[in-house]
């Protein structure tokens, strides 16, 4: 009995130090350790009341960003939100990269919960120079928005 115990052991043992070494090896990995009001890349997750809030007080100088892919923009999106889809970041910054560089603040957001897609993109953003305290994400992303009654944009915003 004690030599299946010690068996059943080292196979828990080895399976968990499997599992850590995976998780903090893959891009998709699930963070030990959880941060304060930032995520692990140094970005501020905000609320629909905190974006609702900045963009009454600095309308001109905030770009809110859209994440998700250009069919769901254009079926509606926050009012004046440019969209950079996740999937093609590179092109569409390129498009926008004077607007960001210039913005005091960068909301960006997408189909809120676990969408991901807002996070990805704020990453790329600050990869690409702009600064992790100029860039933001809303947690509650579109349906946040909705669910505040706050209004929509329908088409490419062109």
């Not at 004690?2 to 828990?12: E, N, R, S």
């Not at 968990?16 to 350790?33: C, E, W």
């Not at 941060?35 to 600095?58: I, P, R, S």
């Not at 809110?64 to 939100?81: K, M, N, Q, T, W």
């Amino acid at each position: 009995m004690k030599h299946y115990f010690g068996q059943a052991l080292i196979i828990l043992v080895l399976g968990s130090l499997f599992g850590l070494v995976y998780n903090a090896l893959s891009p998709s990995g699930i963070p030990l350790f959880a941060a304060q009001d930032t995520t692990v890349t140094g970005f501020k997750m905000m609320t629909t009341d905190e974006v609702m809030l900045y963009m009454k007080e600095k309308k001109a100088s905030i770009v809110v960003v859209d994440a998700r892919s250009p069919e769901e923009f254009g079926l509606g999106h926050i009012p004046g939100a440019i969209n950079i889809p996740d999937t093609d970041v590179e092109n569409y910054y390129k498009k926008y990269q004077d607007k960001l560089k210039r913005a005091e603040l960068i909301i960006v957001y997408c189909s809120g919960g676990s969408c991901g897609s807002s996070e990805e993109v704020a990453s790329q953003l600050i990869k690409k120079g702009i600064p992790a305290s100029r860039v933001a994400v809303h947690q509650d992303g579109l349906p946040g928005w909705i669910k505040a009654k706050n209004p929509i944009e329908f088409g490419d915003g062109k």
